[in-house]
Structures are given as C-alpha cells and as structure tokens.
C-alpha cells in the first residue's frame, strides 16, 4: 500500500487538519527521513499552501480547525497543529489552544525541530540586531495592544525573564501580570 493510499485510510479521506475533502495529499512532516506515515499527513491543497508558505497564513478563520485536529490521536498531525499554533501564537485564541496542547517530551522536541526558519539556530534580535536569550529584559520601543488581554501595554514598559519561543520573531514575557506574546522587532535588550 503506498503511502497515500495509507494515509487517505487513516483519515477517513479527509484533509487531517481541517477535514476538507478536496484536493488531498501528502505532506511529509519536515525533518523527513523517507516515506513513513508515522511522520506524514494527508493535507488539502488550502492547508499545504500556508504550511509550506506559498500562500499567506490565514489568521482569521482557516486554523480554528486545530481545534479539533489538535486532539488527533495520530502525533504527527498534533505535532503539525503545534507547529501551526505556533506561527499564529500572535493571536490570542492560537495561544490559548497552544497553552491546553500538551505533548509529552519526545513529540515536544520533534514539533520544534522543523528545521525551517523557526528553527534554533536562527537568533532572535532585538529592534537593534542584538541577540537576545532566555533571561534577558527588554523595553517596549512602542505601545502594544495585547488581544484578548485588553489593555494596552506602554512604550518604554520593561520585561523581564523573557523566554524565546521556536518563532525567532516572538518573545514571551509577563506584561501586567499576564503572559503574552511580544514581536522581537518591538524590544531593546536592558540591562
Ligand atoms: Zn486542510
């Protein structure tokens, strides 16, 4: 049985992300190591485009299908709903699901070695290129409106014990006593 055909019987013949029944293929999870349905999805065309970034990530409306597809029993579609929820974790309801997501060590590390440009070994830089790591603070360089938290978080606001995430592009920090999000390109390292 190839692959597909594998795949197509796991799925009910339905896109494993977001049930669609159009236009259905197989996306090997990246880092692949050759033709294995433990790491593979069968994906529609919609899905497959914004995964594999030749069409913009719809924030809006398209990814609440992780939803459901996050509670797969299948760990490489929980590991590719992770993946998703992390490029969208800007938006407070992508956050919300990633924070009830709970993968166990091994799937954890898999999710987060996606060898792309989330991957470790691109650093994530301050509005000034400086690198910053786990630990550091940094100020606002202007005000922020925090979704779902509903305030506003001021210029010139410090946060401190950042943590990085696998997004070069996304810090997180505490602002007002609540965890959120914060865009690197908007920080300066403090000291
Ligand atoms: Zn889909």
């Given at each position: 049985?190839?692959?597909?055909?594998?795949?197509?019987?796991?799925?009910?013949?339905?896109?494993?992300?977001?049930t669609?029944?159009?236009?259905?293929?197989?996306y090997?999870?990246?880092p692949?190591?050759?033709?294995?349905?433990?790491?593979?999805?069968?994906?529609?065309?919609?899905?497959?485009?914004?995964?594999?970034?030749?069409?913009?990530?719809?924030?809006?409306?398209?990814?609440?299908?992780?939803?459901?597809?996050?509670?797969?029993?299948?760990?490489?579609?929980?590991?590719?709903?992770?993946?998703?929820?992390?490029?969208?974790?800007?938006?407070?309801?992508?956050?919300?699901?990633?924070?009830?997501?709970?993968?166990?060590?091994?799937?954890?590390?898999?999710?987060?070695?996606?060898?792309?440009?989330?991957?470790?070994?691109?650093?994530?830089?301050?509005?000034?290129?400086?690198?910053?790591?786990?630990?550091?603070?940094?100020?606002?360089?202007?005000?922020?409106?925090v979704?779902?938290?509903?305030?506003?978080?001021?210029?010139?606001?410090?946060?401190?014990?950042?943590?990085?995430t696998?997004?070069?592009?996304?810090?997180?920090?505490?602002?007002?006593?609540?965890?959120?999000?914060?865009?690197?390109?908007?920080?300066?390292?403090s000291?």
């Open positions: 049985m190839s692959l597909q055909q594998t795949l197509t019987e796991r799925s009910n013949h339905k896109c494993e992300l977001c669609s029944p159009q236009d259905l293929s197989v090997e999870i990246p692949t190591d050759g033709a294995n349905s433990d790491k593979a999805i069968l994906v529609c065309e919609t899905c497959k485009g914004q995964i594999e970034g030749q069409t913009e990530l719809d924030a809006g409306h398209h990814w609440r299908c992780l939803n459901d597809s996050m509670w797969s029993q299948v760990p490489a579609v929980q590991v590719m709903a992770w993946r998703m929820l992390n490029r969208l974790s800007t938006e407070g309801w992508a956050q919300d699901m990633l924070d009830m997501l709970y993968l166990d060590d091994e799937m954890l590390e898999w999710a987060k070695a996606d060898g792309g440009s989330n991957s470790d070994d691109e650093p994530t830089l301050d509005s000034n290129g400086a690198v910053l790591n786990a630990g550091d603070n940094v100020t606002l360089i202007k005000d922020l409106v979704k779902g938290a509903n305030f506003t978080a001021k210029r010139g606001t410090i946060v401190r014990n950042i943590s990085l696998s997004n070069p592009e996304h810090i997180e920090g505490r602002v007002n006593g609540t965890r959120i999000v914060l865009l690197s390109c908007y920080l300066k390292k000291n």
